[in-house]
């Protein structure tokens, strides 16, 4: 499972019970994210997605069931395009596949100038993600998420987003050779990254079920119930009659 972005691991707090028990789990903040060091080589989403299967290697996981929500799709998406013996099922959802399909503060933190935001406190500049994200998340939760982005780690960040201009035209021919069974869940109400990306993948992915929660975009937390029983379902074989249906 890799965080979401501006968040950490502690984003999956309410998901993870319901499937340690029948599930081994490896929960991962990627580089530059949650608190996770930064490597600016591999701020963008195809280098990634190395990253992520040389991370599979690493810990000995010949084949994995792959949660991957917001910046973690994209990354994983080329992943599977190129390893895709590493991976039983993805579950995606909540990365803009274009990106003129993301939308408000995404949207302009994509064409942000590199170095822009280099000497701005990232705690701040996600003041109004966190002040929503502390409406249903522990405080504690908000703490680590808030320490995540602080100092330069927000510029960090951004980088990965910006070089969605250069590598989801490369990412978009791939989709249609991916044949691991993909859920894609995503909010319907999602204000960053709307519905028409998830949508996207839809149509382009050949093996996959699309989900759309009542939630905007931290579904995982917003929509926790129906999130967590998709991926409970999921891993209890749904995913193995997907293409049959």
Request: proline share 8%; hydrophobic share 45%; aromatic share 8%.
């Amino acid at each position: 499972m890799t965080a979401p972005w501006p968040e950490s691991i502690y984003a999956f707090h309410r998901v993870v019970p319901k499937l340690r028990d029948k599930h081994s789990l490896l929960l991962v903040d990627l580089p530059g994210y949650g608190r996770s060091q930064s490597r600016q080589d591999i701020m963008a989403p195809e280098a990634m997605g190395a990253f992520l299967v040389i991370l599979l290697e690493y810990f000995q996981i010949a084949r994995a069931h792959v949660v991957a929500p917001d910046v973690g799709t994209p990354a994983v998406l080329f992943a599977a395009s190129k390893k895709p013996n590493l991976f039983e099922s993805l579950v995606i959802g909540g990365g803009a596949m274009r990106v003129e399909f993301a939308a408000g503060p995404l949207k302009d933190l994509i064409h942000t100038p590199s170095g822009a935001l280099a000497n701005v406190d990232g705690a701040l500049g996600m003041k109004d993600y966190l002040i929503q994200a502390a409406k249903l998340t522990p405080a504690a939760v908000v703490d680590d998420f808030r320490a995540a982005s602080a100092g330069r780690r927000l510029e960090e960040a951004v980088q990965y987003v910006r070089n969605y201009i250069s590598d989801l035209p490369k990412l978009e021919p791939r989709l249609s050779g991916i044949n691991t069974p993909a859920l894609i869940i995503a909010g319907k109400n999602d204000p960053i990254v709307p519905p028409v990306n998830g949508q996207f993948l839809a149509d382009h992915l050949p093996v996959n079920q699309y989900v759309l929660l009542d939630a905007a975009h931290r579904v995982w937390e917003e929509a926790q119930v129906p999130y967590t029983e998709a991926l409970v379902k999921w891993f209890g074989g749904d995913y193995e009659t997907i293409g049959n249906q």
